[in-house]
């Protein structure tokens, strides 16, 4: 088939596809350039930080299927894609993971100041008495999002002797019971909000999210906490909560995701020691990248045109 990449992937997963398929590589490109280079295009690859708009797709009159090498739909034009005879499949599973886990580490970057040390011990500082930190057991680990991310985030917690609280968009006694089976309980945002001494976003952006944890929500969180936005810029607001920090309300914030992300973006909140920044690094494991490109091989190998229906 031929494929449009407008993202990068796993390397050696590129060069199998290559092999099998003709691919045109639009990684980095402009919106104009990816409009010209997806004309013959029947497939588009892509991930975070590329916006495929309802543009981009309409120069593109053979294309059949979009793979999302990850798990967002937040920067593809979802209606433009209802109302054609596009296919999109999702890789959500390998990433999730690995966002898990680094969302993790963060919780233990913050509580135990790992930065700050690493930072002043460098310079010869050995702040052994001022760098006490927390204890992670028999914390309330509150997870906005009980997705696959927040899921494999509450398990880790409760394998550390966290309680874990969690909330979703549309619950249910039925989802409830689900995750109560897996140790999580289930209850409403405000909840979460007031009772978390880690408090993690994990939702998809979408426009029941964006803002979702604004000035009012940080205002409710426990002092002392922790926030974490493991998910998309633009659900935190970063302004409110780099107030809320710098009244000294919460302890500190690690955020892998920002309002605005790329190359000389500097964060409103850079200049705060109890703030772990990452650049949208979550699903960024080898592992995850190498599944996620063993992945995209089979669906495009599995791939049949001729089975495709409309709106399929
Ligand atoms: C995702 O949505 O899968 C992650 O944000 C990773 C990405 O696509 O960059």
């Known amino acids: 088939m031929k494929i449009l990449l407008a993202s990068k ?27 010209n280079l997806i004309r013959d ?4 690859i892509f991930r975070s930080g590329v916006n495929i708009t309802a543009g981009i797709m309409a120069c593109a009159p053979d294309l059949q299927l979009l793979i999302r090498a990850g798990s967002g739909l937040d920067n593809v034009d979802l209606d433009y894609l209802r109302n054609h005879d596009l296919k999109l499949v999702r890789i959500p599973q390998p990433g999730a993971r690995a966002v898990a886990e680094l969302a993790f580490g963060m919780m233990l970057a913050l509580s135990r100041q790992i930065l700050v040390a690493d930072q002043l011990l460098r310079k010869g500082t050995w702040a052994k008495h001022q760098l006490r930190g927390h204890l992670l057991v028999n914390k309330q680990l509150g997870i906005v999002g009980l997705g ?25 006694p039925e989802r409830a019971a689900q995750f109560e089976a897996k140790g999580l309980h289930l209850t409403d945002l405000n909840t979460v909000l007031s009772t978390a001494d880690y408090l993690c976003v994990c939702v998809p952006l979408k426009t029941t999210t964006s803002g979702l944890i604004g000035h009012d929500e940080l205002a409710m969180v426990k002092p002392g906490s922790f926030v974490l ?47 772990v920044l990452t650049p949208h690094i979550g699903a960024m494991t ?19 045109p001729a089975e495709q229906t409309p709106g399929g």
């Not at 590129?14 to 350039?33: K, M, N, P, Y």
């Not at 394998?159 to 619950?171: D, F, I, K, R, S």
């Not at 080898?286 to 049949?304: K, Y």
Request: glycine share 12%; hydrophobic share 40%.
């Open 148 to 172: 696959n991310i927040g899921t494999l985030l509450g398990q880790m917690g409760l394998a550390w002797g966290m309680q874990v609280l969690g909330c979703v968009e549309h619950p249910s």
């Open 41 to 44: 295009r029947e497939a588009l």
């Open 229 to 275: 936005n493991m998910a998309r810029g633009g659900i935190i607001d970063e302004a409110a909560l780099s107030e809320a920090l710098r009244q000294g309300r919460l302890a500190g914030a690690a955020l892998d995701v920002h309002q605005t992300e790329g190359e000389n973006q500097i964060s409103p909140l850079a200049d705060l020691p109890n703030v």
């Open 9 to 35: 992937i796993d390397t050696g997963a590129l060069e199998i596809l290559s092999q099998r398929h003709d691919v045109v590589s639009g990684v980095g490109e402009t919106e104009a350039a990816l409009k």
């Open 286 to 304: 080898i592992d995850s990248q190498r599944e996620i490109g063993r992945r995209i091989i089979d669906i495009m190998d599995d791939f049949d």
